[in-house]
């Protein structure tokens, strides 16, 4: 059973920065964050293959979110900047056994426990 456990969310004032960690308890996996408001449903951020060598960003996060990995910790990173009131939600953590990550939810087995982000305008 793959673990995962994120941290790094809070309160920050808008245009300002946060850094979300997440450490895998199992290597060799594609890893995305995924993000859920308040009575929407939950969306894709980022992702990154097993070896780092490939991301991918939802249009609403490039050039502002990066995401990043360290295979010798099993942790991923997403460096989120210039953040808005729009960012402000849960920040899920996802692994699956595959390659390259997927957009969609339902292809990620293993979760995180989410982590709050909160923008204030």
């Known amino acids: 059973q793959v673990q995962l456990l994120e941290s790094g969310g809070g309160l920050v004032l808008a245009g300002g920065s946060l850094r979300l960690s997440c450490t895998a308890s199992?290597?060799?996996?594609?890893m995305g964050w995924f993000r859920q408001a308040p009575g929407k449903e939950r969306e894709f951020v980022a992702g990154v293959s097993w070896n780092g060598s490939n991301t991918y960003y939802a249009d609403s996060v490039k050039g502002r979110f990066t995401i990043s990995r360290d295979n010798a910790k099993n942790t991923v990173y997403l460096q989120m900047n210039r953040l808005n009131p729009e960012d402000t939600a849960v920040y899920y953590c996802a692994a699956a056994h595959q390659v390259v990550p997927g957009m969609d939810p339902y292809e990620y087995p293993y979760w995180g426990q989410g982590t709050q982000v909160t923008v204030s305008s």
């Open positions: 199992f290597s060799s996996l594609a």
